[in-house]
């Protein structure tokens, strides 16, 4: 199949988001809400903004926007809608029907990269999970939209089911996955507690989502886990040993990527995963600098630690892609949360030499 041909079969979305007060915030969100719908194989066609002071209950942007989008569907020959916020069963219901395509929310989406991108058995079961209370929840309002598609974004992996069982044995599946996540969660404890109890001390990679975390870890212990330019590339935790120039030895982790709006029901179907960060020694909380919105991702990066209870940790911040930033870049980059920032670009090597005496001298520190 030749790339042309591909890109023709790509399925085409308008973006659709809600201008509360800041209009740039809400398109810069919807410019991530494209990199996730590109991640997913998916095209973007153009946005869509409306200005509310809080999302309609019934249609999410108002009926009349709504016939206007009808109106930009047709002409433009969208495949559907993607909103970017997370809808309720009403608003899916009600806009399907006014606007005769599928609509999806930005919850479905993630979702859908996650099924996709989950390689090991927990984290197929975890996506599952999340995406069987999610569909749960919004029966009634998907069973309109997505029953207009046989397939595609938003159907995709070990969750997929058709939307007409009833709750009963959606819950079934629910309590069955819940059952075999304890399972593995138990041998995960197991596993963390035999590396706390030890003398080497551990590393969690935290950060946003595309920071650069997989980069790092396979600059750092030659892991080769899978990196790429793209939103989720990677979601399964590895850890790996990484011995420093000074003969130290860390374990470091890779953690699933942070993000804007990340729905609930991933944060407690990942809850294990995420608390890698929990039992580790320090954390290295990568940044791409390069990135315009770096001051709001490192907002939700902490905003998402404090969820998970995670606090009071030694942080060691990396600010990323320097490499990417104008040669007259001079705004200062910091990270108030930090115990020390360090300025690199990992996929060149730059920077890393400070890495490595920041983990040194937090070694130290720690093992007094």
């Avoid at 002071?53 to 108002?62: E, K």
């Avoid at 495949?79 to 006014?98: F, K, V």
């Amino acid at each position: 199949m030749s790339e042309k041909y591909t890109e023709q079969e790509k399925e085409k979305y308008i973006l659709v988001g809600i201008a509360e007060k800041d209009e740039e915030e809400a398109y810069s969100s919807l410019d991530e809400l494209s990199d996730l719908l590109d991640t997913a194989g998916g095209e973007a066609l153009f946005q869509f903004i409306q200005k509310r002071q809080h999302p309609d209950p019934a249609t999410y942007i108002g009926k009349g926007k709504a016939e206007e989008l009808r109106e930009l569907i047709d002409m433009h020959e969208a495949d559907g809608i993607i909103c970017d916020d997370e809808l309720s069963p009403a608003q899916i219901r009600n806009l399907s029907q006014i606007l005769d395509t599928k609509v999806i929310d930005r919850t479905i989406l993630i979702l859908d990269i996650f099924a996709a991108h989950a390689m090991t058995n927990e984290g197929k079961l975890q996506v599952e999970m999340a995406q069987q209370k999610y569909r749960l929840s919004h029966l009634q309002g998907l069973g309109v939209s997505l029953s207009r598609q046989g397939g595609g974004i938003g159907t995709r992996g070990p969750g997929e089911t058709k939307l007409e069982t009833d709750r009963r044995r959606i819950k079934t599946r629910i309590a069955s996955l819940n059952n075999q996540i304890q399972h593995l969660s138990r041998m995960r404890e197991n596993t963390r507690k035999r590396r706390v109890n030890g003398t080497t001390p551990i590393a969690a990679i935290i950060g946003y989502t595309n920071a650069g975390k997989s980069t790092l870890l396979n600059r750092l212990t030659e892991a080769e886990v899978y990196a790429d330019d793209k939103l989720f590339a990677t979601l399964d935790p590895t850890t790996r040993k990484c011995r420093l120039p000074d003969g130290t030895q860390y374990l470091l982790t890779d953690t699933v990527g942070f993000i804007n709006k990340l729905p609930h029901n991933l944060i407690d179907a990942f809850r294990s995963t995420l608390e890698e960060a929990k039992y580790a020694d320090i954390l290295i909380h990568v940044v791409d600098a390069s990135d315009p919105a770096r001051d709001m991702h490192i907002k939700i990066v902490y905003d998402t630690l404090r969820e998970l209870g995670i606090e009071g940790k030694p942080i060691v911040t990396v600010f990323n892609k320097m490499d990417k930033l104008p040669a007259d870049h001079n705004e200062k980059l910091y990270d108030t949360h930090a115990d020390s920032c360090i300025l690199a670009s990992v996929k060149n090597g730059t920077g890393l030499d400070k890495l490595f005496e920041a983990l040194a001298d937090a070694t130290i520190e720690g093992y007094r």
